[in-house]
């Protein structure tokens, strides 16, 4: 939960230039950076894992920089599963958020433009708000992916109780252990928080298109 | 007075704004007094294009871009002013109320940096000037096309533009709807003395508000009362 939490949050932040610059720049060769963000989509988590725990080591430029910088290694830290999960979710939140963006009628852009808006204040103004269910779609895909995710922790965090164990593979643990009652309330748990998250997503997308229609009626 | 001489433009699309045209040859000198101007000519003509070369929105390849003193483009110079920084009024061909806004804060939109009691004082102004006072607490989606017309309208011009683009306005709205809003403009070109820029397709509009007419034909302007600015 802790680690969904984080993810989502840190990702609303860090997908939202990415995504902005997806669904405005001009760049030709653009299609490269959004392979690369989609790239989990089509990843195995092993793999994606894998590659994460050798930049991680003690070895990999991530983990050099990581103990220059802090005195200790990144792999099976808190850290370290934090950033792969970053990574493993990224096109959760950005796709989205660029969806979302993309959608944004262009008109009122040039509209805010004119009325002297800056760069920076029709983000602010016209293009977050109306981008608001792409945005509680990013932080709650981002959460319930994070929650259900097995391969990548178990390459990256281990299976550290209290630090780098996550509900996916706890779930795991206890069905090896044959404690089916346990891993049963827990998958039941990861259901129910994935059918509200879900819920809230199509709710808040249903809600935003009732008040925020634009004037079509010419 | 606004000047645009030879200003050719291909359309290109500004790094942060979408495109509104597709690529387009145009070739334009043109100098527009103060009052309304009428722009006219067929579909494809380059109205909007310059329009929004005027306003920023495209930038042209050659040539400059003057409102009174004030230069905003000459691609001599290198002056390119962002077009948030051009004081422009510009109700486009389709309406773009901001959505999740109200009526009220769509107006104040442009003036927002301005002092609060200034900001008050020009909102009540416009909200009296066209009637739209009682909607002041609506969304764009509770309200009709000729009040959204106006809601546009009103929000160009508080803003206090130095130059307003109007283009095609009041297509889509009935007569009656069109007299009011006529009405409004005209009382307001008498108010402000600044070049009012108006694209339609309408005779009786043209004859009702035009001080001089301008043709344009395939990115050309054919016809304008005056001669061009010389160079």
């Known amino acids: 939960m802790k680690l969904a939490a984080c993810v989502a949050a840190l990702l609303l932040a860090l997908g939202m230039p990415i995504a902005y610059w997806l669904a405005y720049a001009t760049w030709r060769a653009k299609f490269l950076l959004e392979a690369v963000v989609a790239l989990p989509l089509v990843l195995p988590p092993t793999v994606l894992g894998f590659y994460a725990l050798l930049a991680m080591g003690p070895h990999g430029p991530l983990g050099k920089f990581w103990y220059a910088a802090f005195g ?18 990224l096109p959760f939140a950005v796709q989205p958020l660029m969806n979302a963006f993309e959608g944004v009628d262009p008109r009122l852009l040039n509209a805010a433009a004119v009325l ?79 059918f509200v998250v879900l819920a809230i997503v199509y709710g808040v997308n249903r809600h935003a298109r009732r008040l925020w229609t634009p004037w079509t009626g010419r | 007075m606004a000047r645009v001489r030879k200003a050719r433009a291909a359309a290109h699309r500004r790094a942060s704004l979408p495109p509104l045209a597709p690529p387009f040859v145009l070739d334009v ?76 804060q769509n107006i104040v939109y442009g003036i927002a940096q301005r002092a609060p009691q200034e900001r008050s004082q020009r909102l009540e102004e416009v909200l009296q000037a066209f009637g739209i ?27 206090d533009p130095q130059v307003l683009l ?66």
């Open chain 2, 133 to 159: 006072a009682d909607l002041r607490g609506r969304k764009p989606a509770e309200i009709s096309g000729g009040e959204a017309q106006r809601v546009e309208l009103a929000r160009a011009l508080v803003t």
């Open chain 2, 29 to 104: 000198t043109l100098e527009i007094p103060a009052g309304i101007s009428i722009l006219l000519g067929p579909s494809g003509a380059g109205k909007s294009t310059l329009l929004d070369c005027i306003a920023g929105l495209v930038r042209p390849d050659v040539g400059c871009v003057r409102v009174g003193q004030d230069v905003w483009f000459d691609s001599q110079k290198s002056i390119d002013l962002p077009v948030h920084q051009r004081r422009v009024g510009y109700v486009f061909q389709s309406l773009a109320l901001f959505p999740h806004l109200s009526v009220e």
């Open chain 1, 72 to 89: 200790h290694g990144l792999a099976f830290t808190f850290g370290g599963l934090l950033l792969a999960s970053m990574f493993y979710s």
């Open chain 2, 166 to 231: 109007l283009d095609e306005p009041m297509s889509g709205l009935d007569e009656e709807l069109k007299a009011g809003i006529i009405a409004d403009l005209r009382a307001w070109r008498t108010a402000k003395n600044i070049p009012i820029l108006y694209v339609t397709h309408s005779k009786s509009e043209a004859q009702a508000l035009g001080d001089r007419r301008i043709v344009m034909r395939a990115g050309k302007v054919i016809d304008q009362p005056s001669a061009p600015m010389p160079g």
């Open chain 1, 116 to 194: 002297g808006a800056s760069p920076w204040r029709r983000f602010a103004s016209v293009i977050l708000p109306l981008s608001l269910p792409g945005m509680v779609a990013a932080v709650v895909l981002c959460f319930a992916h994070t929650l259900g995710e097995f391969g990548v922790v178990l390459m990256v965090g281990g299976n550290l109780p209290g630090i780098t164990r996550t509900a996916s593979i706890a779930i795991y643990d206890n069905v090896q252990a044959l404690q089916y009652g346990e891993a049963n309330r827990m998958a039941l748990v990861l259901l129910c928080v994935s």
